[in-house]
């Protein structure tokens, strides 16, 4: 059975940066796509960032272009999220999962594996 842990979260100030991790295992990790979403307290998920399982294509919500960047390392079974210029509107929790086709890739349907999901609370 896979399995996702994400690691990275924490708290910064405002204009900070982090990187998350995510670490898979138990699967075939190089054939499956890698979704970044998010929730705050009160509101729906919501799509972050995403990366195709051979790392050379990248979507990114229009709301966190050039500041939240996904990547990955196949031999490590990792994806990761760089994130900077973190602002307070950007605390939540935040979730990776995998998927085998690159397609409906903002949509959290679809996604076969989800992680526990890391804190990332970014204070003014």
């Known amino acids: 059975q896979v399995q996702l842990v994400e690691s990275g979260g924490g708290v910064v100030q405002t204009g900070g940066s982090l990187r998350l991790s995510c670490v898979s295992s138990?699967?075939?990790?190089?054939?499956?796509?890698m979704g970044w979403f998010r929730q705050a307290p009160g509101k729906q998920r919501e799509f972050v960032a995403a990366?195709?399982?051979?790392?050379?294509?990248?979507e990114v919500a229009d709301s966190m272009k050039g500041r939240f960047t996904p990547s990955r390392d196949n031999a490590k079974n990792t994806g990761y999220l760089q994130m900077s210029g973190l602002k307070p509107e950007d605390t939540a929790i935040y979730s990776c999962?995998?998927?085998?086709?690159?397609?409906?890739?903002?949509?959290?349907?679809?996604?076969?594996?989800w992680g526990q999901g890391t804190q990332v609370t970014v204070s003014t």
């Open positions: 999962a995998t998927k085998y086709f690159w397609i409906q890739i903002e949509s959290p349907l679809g996604y076969d594996f």
């Open positions: 138990g699967g075939t990790f190089r054939d499956h796509a």
């Open positions: 990366i195709n399982k051979f790392g050379d294509i990248t």
